[in-house]
């Protein structure tokens, strides 16, 4: 079916917008010296311990998102109604169901088949480790990936969560939107005083920080949303949050409670 400005149009390229323009606001963030206190990584570590330069990050974010755009508006002409007449949206409490389940499918595909990247060594090493070239991460890297594994955890991951939600595509600009703002903020680098979504999640910007360090490596695959399938699989690490020396915090790895008897 032919695709005006629609839904359709606006749940592909809105959130895409919200990336950049969130992002942009942690990049301008990034610059204000007295924000050094709620750091998770001193100011030149990037520069030190990333192997990647920004430059190159923008240009693999963007592939990524040109692979996300071409399969949204395939999947919406191939469900779409020829009539071209948006569906009605439904009430809002079961608009709040399509959101939770879509919640519920995005984290368990992208955990299964995060997971198995890492175990798997030939997609570790050609696929998933472009993303973990940023040890310390930062907010417009979020979505840095191996174009591959973009498709497979991102876009198909997308796609899964809007059919089987069964939200319409007026609701999945807003679900999208969401995701996107849920993921830079899961990758930005700032633990600041306030931030919500800290206080709603607990896989959150320094849980995901310690996914991103070599200590942390095979723990902590869960994301956008929930830490779920961490603990129920024993790759939930704990982790306290602590004053840094010179300013700043660190996500420090502590034992669990299951560590310490084995100990």
Request: net charge neutral; hydrophobic share 45%; proline share 5%.
């Amino acid at each position: 079916m032919p695709i005006g400005v629609s839904d359709e149009l606006l749940g592909t390229f809105v959130p895409i917008a919200v990336y950049w323009l969130y992002s942009g606001l942690y990049v301008a963030l990034d610059g204000v010296e007295g924000l050094d206190a709620y750091r998770l990584h001193p100011r030149g570590d990037e520069a030190a311990r990333n192997v990647v330069s920004r430059g190159a990050v923008v240009r693999g974010v963007l592939v990524q998102q040109a692979f996300q755009v071409v399969v949204a508006l395939t999947l919406f002409a191939v469900i779409g109604d020829e009539s071209g007449i948006a569906p009605k949206q439904p009430s809002a409490v079961v608009i709040a169901l399509q959101f939770i389940i879509a919640m519920f499918v995005m984290d368990t595909w992208q955990y299964f088949m995060h997971r198995y990247m890492h175990i798997n060594k030939f997609l570790y090493k050609h696929i998933h480790s472009k993303h973990h070239t940023l040890v310390v991460p930062y907010s417009f890297g979020a979505l840095y990936n191996h174009p591959l594994e973009g498709l497979i955890l991102d876009t198909i991951g997308g796609a899964l969560s809007f059919l089987l939600s069964g939200m319409t595509p007026r609701t999945s600009i807003f679900f999208f939107s969401f995701a996107t703002i849920k993921t830079v903020d899961d990758h930005c680098g700032l633990w600041l005083p306030g931030n919500i979504l800290h206080a709603l999640f607990n896989n959150n910007t320094a849980y995901h920080d310690i996914h991103h360090q070599l200590y942390g490596n095979k723990y902590n695959f869960s994301q956008p949303f929930f830490v779920l399938w961490d603990k129920i699989l024993g790759t939930y690490m704990p982790y306290s949050l602590e004053n840094r020396k010179g300013g700043g915090f660190e996500s420090r790895p502590v034992k669990s409670v299951e560590q310490t008897k084995a100990d």
